[in-house]
């Protein structure tokens, strides 16, 4: 039969070993064309540009102008 721990491991022990499991952020990087910050090796979502060619067409927004009210 395996042996069983003779005693148990404290809160510390276990918040010292947990502390090193942790999500990492991921790095972004600098689009080439537009300079917006991205994910690395994804299309840009502002121009659609990747690598320096463009993949995707994105339309542009237009601005309505306001009426102003008399």
């Known amino acids: 039969m395996p042996q069983e721990p003779k005693r ?3 809160k510390q022990r276990k918040g010292k070993r947990r502390a ?7 790095k972004g ?3 080439s064309n537009c300079g917006v910050k991205t994910l690395s090796h ?9 690598k320096g060619r463009e993949i995707l067409t994105i339309k542009q927004k237009e ?3 306001e ?3 008399p």
């Open 8 to 10: 148990r491991h404290s």
């Open 20 to 26: 090193s499991i942790k999500l990492k952020t991921q």
């Open 29 to 31: 990087v600098y689009c």
């Open 42 to 50: 994804m299309v840009c979502k502002k121009c659609g540009f990747y």
């Open 63 to 65: 601005k309505k102008e």
């Open 67 to 69: 009426k102003s009210k």
